[in-house]
């Protein structure tokens, strides 16, 4: 029989690292978070771990360097605009412990998009750049972003944090691709929970979530099966539906 | 003249862990930090950091650990339900070092609420709470979560959540609450960040935010000033607000 291949591609981690006082007062509402989530897990590389902090340069530092330490790709979001609350830059460099400038590939795309006259003071401070970063660009504004080491550094706009997300997938090293399938289930997740226990542990290589949601008042579940093996994830995925059958079979 | 009060009310800090691979891979996207960060604001707590963890033991009891001791109050969402995968509780209670087993209050919660025969061992999984905890009844599903230390452990099904956060913020003290004023600026925000952070540097005991959006294709700005002080607050925006009318003025 041939060897499970999920060893053929390496796992991908991430982190997201999401700048911002205005995502922690509640006055907008992330966007990003999911998006880049939903994406990773359909080019194979697995977030693992998400923090949001403010707009306060130490917090974006310590944060910054915990975290590409430990995964193989961090993207952050927000503050790198024109204005004095965005610092992301300055404490990027300060976190590689690098210099930070403006980087003459960053003023020839903004002196060729704007006006004569109009790339103003604030508007160049979107040229500077960490020393040793490569460019992230963006159709959409044109102000490009960055990636640092292992740090992608992007707009916190969604429709620009999207597109500079277009240009650091086609770029970065994927995994194996994480495969699911969704059962979803008429009832509330207590009727099924210790069979699908007793599933869970015939199969330590497929991860069975169970999430529970109201649905027309009333409970109803989605039991969410994820692995990079297409075959144990079927195997697991009819055991799951087979013993919801029985179950709805015993109740009706 | 009267003095400023905001040092009457102490400002309280909390914190937000999400706990879920759902959220991680995108499959569901959070709907509870919006709400928590946008309620706390309305409270006067301010949210100073979030953390998007997946259900692993050792990663949910190093974030809470590192939370609960940063700040006053660690706000917790996932992973209380009755599956193999909701460990939330277990950990918890290893974060803090104390046993966990079937709480009475809960059971007669859940006893209540079942038809007879109805809770079954999974559902009895939901009644185990760490010792010293208090509970955190909820009206939608009745199982409880609960508060231990400075850690309130909440649903993640946003209903459940949201009715348990009631419960949660009538018992915490709150702080001085942190006033905003949004002023929407038709333009890009390059054309006004150089005067706006010279405003900044006037009001260092106002916090002044920049938030770029696109609008119908073009770029539109929505300055933010917050402060605990209504009166320095009101001046910042009355500044702002005659900055941006001088710039339409000269750009019309």
């Known amino acids: 029989m041939a060897e499970s291949t999920t ?7 991430a982190a997201i690292l999401v700048i911002g006082d205005e995502i922690l007062s509640g006055r907008t509402k992330d966007k990003n ?29 310590a944060a910054v360097n915990a975290l590409r330490v430990r995964y ?20 990027m460099a300060k976190a590689f412990g690098v210099t930070i400038d403006y980087d003459p590939r960053a003023v020839a795309i903004l002196s060729a998009h704007y ?16 020393a040793g970063a490569d460019l992230i660009l963006n ?38 691709k994480m495969l699911s399938r969704t059962v979803p289930v008429g009832m509330g997740e207590g009727r099924i929970a210790k069979k699908l226990g007793e599933i869970q542990l015939d199969y330590p290589d497929v991860s069975i979530g169970s999430y529970p949601k109201m649905l027309d008042g009333s409970f109803a579940t989605d039991i969410v099966l994820r ?9 697991a995925a009819r055991d799951v539906e ?4 029985a179950m709805m079979q015993a109740t009706s």
């Open 7 to 13: 060893e053929a591609a390496p796992v991908v981690t």
């Open 33 to 61: 978070i999911g998006y880049i989530a939903e994406y990773c897990t359909n080019i194979g590389v697995d977030i693992r771990e998400v923090r949001i902090v403010p707009d306060i340069e130490e917090e974006i530092v």
């Open 72 to 91: 193989d790709h961090v993207f952050s979001t927000g503050g790198i605009g024109p204005t004095h609350d965005d610092i992301t830059a300055d404490s």
């Open 115 to 130: 006006e004569p006259g109009q790339l103003n003071e604030a508007r160049m401070r979107m040229t500077r750049i960490p």
């Open 139 to 176: 159709s959409v504004s044109k102000a490009p972003g960055f990636t640092i080491g292992n740090v992608h550094v992007m707009a916190g706009v969604p429709s620009i944090m999207q597109a500079m997300f277009d240009e650091v997938a086609a770029k970065i090293p994927t995994g194996a």
């Open 227 to 235: 692995s990079r093996d297409a075959e144990r994830l079927d195997q």
């Open 242 to 245: 087979a013993m919801v059958a």
